[in-house]
C-alpha cells in the first residue's frame, strides 16, 4: 500500500511526543482503513462521503486502540478532545449535515461521521455494530454503496438483536440516524440537580427538529445505562414524549466518555453534585475521557471562576490524575 500525505503526517520523530505520535499512527491507521472503505467499497456519489471519511475516522482510533492497548485512555482523550474542540465548541461558520449533495472533505465529514458512528456504535453495543460492518462489506464488496446501503446493513442486525427505541418500539435505525446525518448542528443538553435527583432536557436552536438523543450516564459500581430524550416524538401508542427525564439520584455522571453528540450546560447545582460525587464517592469510578470533558465544559460554560474556584479544580486534577 502506498501513502500519500504531508511529511509530519507520517513522518514520526519521537522528540515532539504523544502529539506526533497519535497524528502519524491516526493518518496511517486513517489511510489503512480506506482499503475497505474507499477502495473495496466505493460510495455511489459523492455525497456519499462521509462513507469513507466518517468510516476511517472510526477505525483509525479503532486500530490504534487494539495495537497499541496500553495507551487507549490517551487515545480515547485525544478522540473526545478533537470532538469537543472541532465539533462541540469549534467554527460552526461553515457547519453543514455530515451528508451533503456533493460531498465535503471537512470537520463534519472527517470528525462528526466518525463521531456519529460511535454513538451509534454505543448504542446498538460493539458486538451488533461489528457484525453490520461485516455484512456491509460482505455485501458490497468490488462495487458501490451509498448510505441507504450502509443503513440497511445495520438495520439487519439490530432486527435480528430485537432492539428498541425512544418509544419501546423496534429500533428503525434510518429514523434514529437522519438529523445525525443530514440534520446540521447538535443538540444541548441541560442538566439540574434539585432535592437529589437530576434532570435532564434537551434543547434545539436555530429552527432545528429535536433529536433522537440517547444519553449515556454511569452510575456508582461501574454500572451503566441509556436514557432517550426525544422531545416531541409521537409513538404508536400515542404517547407524546417528554422534554424533560428525572435520574433519581445525584451520584450519577452524564454523557461518559462523550458519546452522546450534544454541547453539555449544567446549572450551578449539577455541577456541585457531580463535583460532591467525584470527591466523596469511592464507587463513582469514571474514565479519564468523562472527567476531563467535564472539566473543559464546564470552563467553557462561561465565569468559570464562579462555577469552579481553584481548590476544585485542583481536587478534580487530582482525582483525574490518581484515576
Given at each position: 500500500m502506498l501513502l500519500l500525505d504531508d511529511k509530519e503526517e507520517i513522518n514520526y520523530v519521537n522528540k515532539y511526543g504523544y502529539g506526533q505520535w497519535y497524528k502519524v499512527a491516526g493518518t496511517i491507521c486513517h489511510e489503512m482503513a480506506h482499503q475497505w472503505f474507499g477502495n473495496l467499497?466505493?460510495?455511489?456519489?459523492?455525497?456519499?462521503?462521509?462513507l469513507h471519511e466518517g468510516l476511517a475516522n472510526y477505525f483509525e482510533t479503532f486500530?490504534?486502540?487494539?495495537?497499541?492497548?496500553?495507551?487507549?485512555?490517551?487515545?480515547?482523550?485525544?478522540?473526545?478532545?478533537?470532538?469537543?474542540?472541532?465539533?462541540?465548541?469549534?467554527?460552526?461558520?461553515?457547519?453543514?449535515?455530515?451528508v451533503t449533495k456533493d460531498g465535503d472533505f471537512d470537520k463534519y465529514t472527517y470528525n462528526k461521521g466518525g463521531a456519529v458512528l460511535r454513538q451509534l456504535e454505543a448504542v446498538i453495543s460493539p458486538k451488533i455494530f461489528q457484525k453490520s460492518i461485516q455484512n456491509y462489506i460482505k455485501t458490497f464488496a468490488y462495487s458501490n454503496a451509498n448510505t441507504a446501503n450502509f443503513i440497511q446493513k445495520i438495520q439487519e442486525s439490530v432486527d435480528e438483536a430485537n432492539l428498541k427505541d425512544w418509544c419501546g418500539e423496534a429500533l428503525n435505525v434510518s429514523k434514529f440516524m437522519d438529523l445525525w446525518l443530514n440534520q446540521k448542528s447538535i443538540p444541548e443538553l441541560l442538566t439540574d440537580c434539585v432535592n437529589g435527583s437530576f434532570s435532564i432536557t434537551q434543547k434545539v436552536y436555530n429552527g432545528n427538529s429535536p433529536w433522537p438523543?440517547?444519553?449515556?450516564?454511569?452510575?456508582?459500581?461501574?454500572?451503566?445505562?441509556m436514557v432517550w430524550l426525544a422531545p416531541g416524538y409521537v409513538c404508536q401508542d400515542g404517547r407524546k414524549l417528554r422534554e424533560t427525564e428525572i435520574l433519581q439520584t445525584s451520584e450519577v455522571f452524564i454523557n461518559?466518555?462523550?458519546?452522546?453528540?450534544?454541547?453539555?450546560?449544567y446549572s450551578l447545582s449539577a455541577v456541585n453534585?457531580?463535583?460532591?460525587?467525584?470527591?466523596?464517592?469511592?464507587?463513582?469510578?469514571?474514565?479519564?475521557?468523562?472527567?476531563?470533558?467535564?472539566?473543559?465544559?464546564i470552563w467553557k460554560m462561561g465565569d468559570y471562576t464562579e462555577i469552579f474556584n481553584h481548590q476544585k479544580s485542583a481536587e478534580i486534577l487530582d482525582v483525574y490524575i490518581n484515576l
Open positions: 467499497i466505493t460510495n455511489k456519489w459523492w455525497g456519499d462521503s462521509w486500530a490504534l486502540a487494539k495495537a497499541f492497548p496500553n495507551e487507549k485512555d490517551i487515545i480515547d482523550l485525544k478522540v473526545a478532545d478533537i470532538t469537543s474542540q472541532e465539533i462541540i465548541f469549534g467554527d460552526h461558520s461553515e457547519e453543514h449535515p455530515v438523543l440517547p444519553v449515556f450516564v454511569q452510575y456508582e459500581n461501574d454500572k451503566n445505562d461518559r466518555d462523550l458519546l452522546s453528540i450534544a454541547r453539555m450546560e453534585a457531580i463535583y460532591n460525587a467525584l470527591i466523596s464517592n469511592k464507587n463513582l469510578q469514571i474514565s479519564p475521557v468523562s472527567l476531563k470533558i467535564f472539566h473543559d465544559q
